[in-house]
């Protein structure tokens, strides 16, 4: 009976721990191969439509090459840092998600977006700073003081 709480903690902790997988290769801009209990397994990211293949195979190749991963239903969490894959895709603007509870917004500006009139109106001019003081005057030295200093 004393062995009983520390079983079922055991048992918790086995249950949360989520399997690492190792990266073989990257197969396509939304597909990497994991070796899963020493057989390849192919991975499809989900949540995400790839809009440049270039780009996110040359990012995946990168980021994920040869690296630990952790994969949920398709999302892939790079280890040690847990960066999530699928998201940083969409974010770099190599993908769109297709997720309606991911949507990322990029900072840029469309012609048909541009409105002259928002546009930031310019400063002005700033006020020069005070000069600094004048240059310490030169004394001139005697010969008298220079033989002292010697």
Known sequence: MRFFPGFI????????????MRVIRVAGPSTIIVERNGVPSEVQLSGIEVTDPQKSLAYLTWTVGSSWVMVEDGRVYRSPDALLINDDLVRKGFARSTSPTLVYTTPAVYLGDLNPERAPKPQPPRAKAASPSPARPKIQRTRATRARRR
């Open 9 to 20: 903690f055991l048992v918790a902790i086995s249950l949360q721990a989520a399997p690492m």
